[in-house]
Nanobody, 124 residues
Framework: QVQLVESGGGLVQAGGSLRLSCLASGRTFSNYVMAWFRQAPGKEREFVAVISRGGGNTDYADSVKDRFTISRDNAKNTMYLQMNSLKPEDTAVYYC?????????????????WGQGTQVTVSS
């Protein structure tokens, strides 16, 4: 399986921005549909955004649409999540996930490979 390592989390004030990165290794990155999920304390892990293998197709959760942008650089084996206009309710551990081949999906169980997560905290 592909190995995934997230970075870029931190503490930011409401209205601020952060960019998360997910570095993949061990397999051909362009073979994987990639996604971001997040989990707030006491809540279920939820879908944030997904991107196709070539990067041409994306989808977002309604709660982050028009604020977050998912992208990938297959030459660098890296996926990104640009987060703007952050809100306190965006506070969570953010995970990147990989799905070998297949179509875009928001379904958590469709992703077999996961990173360890990076904490994002948005203060009010």
């Amino acid at each position: 399986q592909v190995q995934l390592v997230e970075s870029g989390g931190g503490l930011v004030q409401a209205g601020g921005s952060l960019r998360l990165s997910c570095l993949a290794s061990g397999r051909t990155f362009s073979n994987y549909v990639m996604a971001w999920f997040r989990q707030a304390p006491g809540k279920e892990r939820e879908f944030v955004a997904v991107i196709s293998r070539g990067g041409g197709n994306t989808d977002y959760a309604d709660s982050v649409k028009d604020r977050f942008t998912i992208s990938r650089d297959n030459a660098k084996n890296t996926m990104y999540l640009q987060m703007n206009s952050l809100k306190p309710e965006d506070t969570a551990v953010y995970y990147c996930a990989a799905r070998f081949l297949g179509e875009l999906t928001k379904v958590l169980t469709a992703f077999a490979s996961w990173g360890q997560g990076t904490q994002v905290t948005v203060s009010s």
